[in-house]
Nanobody
Framework: QVQLVESGGGLVQPGGSLRLSCKAS????????MGWFRQAPGKEREFVAV????????DYEDSVKGRFTIARENAVNTVYLQMNNLKPEDTAVYYC???????????????WGQGTQVTVSS
């Protein structure tokens, strides 16, 4: 069955860095766009970043541009999110997502991971 397993979340101070990983299985990873979304308490799930099938192009939500980088390794069915200069407003549960035409809308997501908590606090 399809599985998206995130790891790498945790507690970090403002200005710090984290790298999230998402290991995929059960579907042809190298044929799917991959992305990250996040959901803060009391808010709707929102788009963070998406990467194309071969990793040649990416799109980011405006507030994370220049701080976050999405990457993928098709050989090991894994997508990453490098997060630098973290801010308290980045605190959320981060979800890995997969879709054949994945874009900014959650409606384009075919598969979700279970989520990993990222907390930015001093």
């Amino acid at each position: 069955q399809v599985q998206l397993v995130e790891s790498g979340g945790g507690l970090v101070q403002p200005g710090g860095s984290l790298r999230l990983s998402c290991k995929a299985s059960g579907f042809p990873f190298s044929s799917y766009y991959m992305g990250w979304f996040r959901q803060a308490p009391g808010k709707e799930r929102e788009f963070v970043a998406v990467i194309s099938i071969r990793g040649w192009s990416a799109d980011y939500e405006d507030s994370v541009k220049g701080r976050f980088t999405i990457a993928r390794e098709n050989a090991v069915n894994t997508v990453y999110l490098q997060m630098n200069n973290l801010k308290p407003e980045d605190t959320a549960v981060y979800y890995c997502a997969a879709g054949t035409a994945l874009q900014r809308s959650t409606a384009t997501v075919l598969y979700w991971g279970q989520g990993t908590q990222v907390t930015v606090s001093s």
